[in-house]
């Protein structure tokens, strides 16, 4: 057996198998417009088809780039990431969505977010070292929070204790 080569998919070229091959893919989980297209250009299908079977499923509002960047923003807020790492997958996947705006709408609070990361990574939130106040706030920014969010957030910690 050969784990070098994934199996091969056959060539979508007409427009019923790229339409049962796209509800395939959203039966299971919302998908960005542009990653329809680069699953479908992947498996050789015509342009032509691509983009007239993307403009119908978003006419008949099957596929939305606006409600994949509201599951996208629920579930990587839940796990634990900051507005600018979700900006960036909003950026890669070709959504033209803001999301301060977005988490405003879904009432997402970014300061309680990080309070929650903070309180399970760590079990004791605050420290004196200043080494491992750097750690943590690296740890932080590489999450995608702004400096505003940790400092509130540490601030709140101090004050429950």
């Excluded at 796990?79 to 996947?93: M, T, V």
Aim: aromatic residues 12%; contains cysteine; hydrophobic residues 35%.
């Amino acid at each position: 057996m050969n784990f070098f080569n994934p199996k091969q998919l056959p060539d979508i070229t007409d427009k019923i198998h790229a339409r049962q091959y796209v509800l395939n893919l959203l039966s299971r989980k919302e998908y960005a417009r542009s990653q329809l297209e680069k699953k479908l250009t992947a498996r050789a299908c015509p342009h032509e088809i691509i983009k007239s079977l993307l403009d119908e499923f978003n006419e008949n509002n099957w596929q939305s780039d606006q409600r994949f960047a509201q599951v996208t923003l629920k579930s990587k807020s839940a796990a634990g990431y900051g507005p600018k790492y979700i900006q960036q997958l909003f950026y890669q996947h070709q959504v033209d969505c803001d999301v301060n705006q977005l988490a405003d709408s879904l009432e997402i609070d970014w300061v309680e977010i990080v309070v929650q990361l903070i309180q399970k990574k760590y079990t004791d939130p605050l420290t004196k070292d200043f080494k491992e106040k750097q750690k943590r706030m690296r740890f932080l920014y590489s999450r995608g929070f702004s400096g505003e969010y940790i400092s509130a957030a540490l601030a709140q910690i101090e004050d429950m204790d």
